[in-house]
């Protein structure tokens, strides 16, 4: 049974540019939700949809952040323009709604020069 | 503020020893908890969840729920050099909104 598939695994871009981070929830689940990690401030939730709707995007950092979920399969973060302190690991990580339980993907690792 | 906490550690036990980890937590609408398991440059892992007051076992791992105090534990026996790891304790008041902890950094010596 496939994980949460993201992609790309490694980023490295200027500051200044669009990037897109995508993500392939597990089959059958019905959160989704999208995470940065830093080293300074550890794990932070930006944002989650449930049933495809964002139900809580107070974590998102600001304007220059946006996710969509166009359907269960699909979802996508962007960041446009991108700066250096955007430099992370994104996670991606799916679940029920009804249990709460999140699986984690293997993350994106984005470098912003 | 909503907040999960825990030690960051890192909390040292030899081979074979119990490794206890704990976290407290600040909103008492939270009704579940999750551990999850993080190895250096590893996406998070969920080895844990629990709902009810009292201990829930699953091998080695046991975790604790005590609600009057906002307190989750997670215990880990017989402890081996593969449980060395970050562990962040998670918690949700009722899938609306999520905290997770900061992790504590746990080393298993042989």
């Known amino acids: 049974d496939a994980g949460v598939i993201q992609s790309p695994r490694h980023e490295v871009t200027e500051m200044g540019q669009e990037v897109t981070l995508r993500c392939k929830p597990i089959s059958g689940h019905n959160s989704l939700f999208w995470y940065r990690q830093t080293m300074m401030r550890g794990l932070e939730l930006l944002i989650y949809f449930n049933n495809n709707v964002p139900i809580d995007d107070s974590g998102m950092p600001e304007d220059r952040f946006s996710a969509k979920m166009p359907n269960a399969s699909f979802s996508t973060l962007k960041i446009q323009p991108s700066e250096p302190r955007d430099s992370a690991v994104y996670f991606c990580?799916?679940?029920?709604?009804?249990?709460?339980?999140?699986?984690f993907g293997p993350g994106t690792r984005l470098t912003v020069t | 503020q909503k907040e999960v906490e825990q030690n960051s550690g890192p909390l040292s036990v030899p081979e074979g020893a119990i490794a206890s980890l704990n976290c407290t937590y600040s909103?008492?609408?939270?009704?579940?908890f999750f551990w999850y398991r993080q190895y250096s440059g590893k996406s998070p892992e969920l080895i844990m969840f629990?709902?009810?007051?009292g201990d829930k076992e699953d091998g080695r791992f046991t975790a604790q729920l005590n609600k009057a105090s906002q307190y989750v534990s997670l215990l880990i026996r017989d402890s081996q050099p593969s449980d060395s790891a970050t562990y962040l304790c998670?918690?949700?008041?009722?899938?609306?909104?999520?905290?997770f902890g900061t992790g504590t950094s746990l080393t298993v010596i042989p």
């Open positions: 629990i709902y009810s007051n």
């Open positions: 909103d008492r609408g939270s009704q579940s």
């Open positions: 990580a799916s679940g029920n709604a009804a249990q709460y339980e999140q699986y």
């Open positions: 998670a918690g949700t008041n009722t899938g609306n909104q999520f905290y």
